[in-house]
Structure formats: C-alpha cells, structure tokens
C-alpha cells in the first residue's frame, strides 16, 4: 500500500477561515471545558474568531498538528479518508518487525463497546528524527528501558486508535505527535504557535 505525500494535490479551497495549530502537550482540543478540574484549552494559545472548532482531535497527552475551522462542512470533508494523518509515535520497547507488519495489516481494537479491526495502513521504524519534532515532555528516564519511534499514516481516526493500534501489538505509545494532515503538515510551526491559512 503507497501512502505519500506526494499523492495529495489540493483540488480546490474550501471556504471559511482555517488554522493551523502545533497543539502542545497539556492541552485539550476543546475551547470550553465544563468540568470542575481546570484544564488548558485551544483559547489560550490564539484569539480564534467566533465560531472556530476544531477538526478532529488530539487528547491532551498527544502533541502535533491540529486544523481549526469555521466551517462546519470543511470539518467533515477533512475528518475523511482522503485526508491521510501522519503521526510519529514513541514506544516503550525496542519495536520488531513483526509488529510493523501487523500494524500495516489492521489489528483489532476496541471502539465504542464494540471490536474493530483498523484499516491497511503505512507503518515503518524511524532511525533519527527531525529537530522539528521538539523534544516535548520528558517520557521517563532511560533507567527505566529503551524506547523507540515508529511513523504510521492511517486513512481513519477512531478514539485514541493509534494508542490502542500499538498497545495491541505489545509496544504501549510513550509518546505521540500527530506531523501531518494532509498537505498540511507542522515543519514550520514551533510548539504553540497557529498560523492562519487556505484549506484544501
């Protein structure tokens, strides 16, 4: 299965103001939050215009990109399969092959009360990565064991899919930071920052 970015070509703008955002970790993708424990929110980082939400999410452990819309219609198109998610991910343990292989297969995990097995998808063994990953929040200590990084790129985005895809295949995710959606990717952004621009 070819997954690339060079196969997605922006066809057309869609309408609306859009953002893109490095989300921290820490934060939640919400601009409101209504439960009593006080938590760090989208608002706090940009002075978003009325109406603006997010598209899609990331839980408040994960880091990377984020798109924002005031376009309701622009969130469903981008929430679709023909919108790749790239992530790049930490792992607790020395990854295998094996479990590569059964990533890019599908494994089974839990949505919803219910047993789903995730679509083909790209998954390989990062050696290095790039400065502009960051170093984000400290994991652990190496006292405590090797770790290593894998890159997946899914067409879905179940509730923390790629948490449960690696968990499922014996290496829990330590660490994760979403690089791209898209076209639309965060090599230029510095953790915080948002950046207003056209959405294909």
Known sequence: MNLSNESIEPVFALE????????????????????????????????FPEGTMAIGRLDED???????????????VVRS??????YYVQLDGIVTQEAIEELCNGVEIGVKGTIYKTKPCEASILTSLPDW????????????????????????????????????????????VRVRIGIHSIKEL???EVREIELY
Do not use: C
């Open 81 to 86: 399969a023909h919108y790749e998610k790239e």
């Open 133 to 176: 990953i960051g170093e984000g929040k400290r994991i652990r200590d190496e006292r405590h064991g090797p770790t290593s990084w894998v890159r997946i790129v899914l067409t879905e985005g179940k509730f923390r899919q790629v948490r449960k895809m690696t968990a499922k295949v014996g290496f829990p995710t330590l660490r994760l």
């Open 190 to 192: 510095k953790v915080g």
């Open 16 to 47: 609306g103001r859009h953002f893109i955002l490095y989300k921290p970790h820490g934060y939640i993708s919400q601009f409101i939050y209504e439960k009593k424990r006080a938590k760090k929110k989208l608002g706090e980082l940009f002075d």
């Open 62 to 76: 994960s880091e990377g990109v984020l798109l924002l819309t005031t376009n309701g219609w622009a969130s469903e």
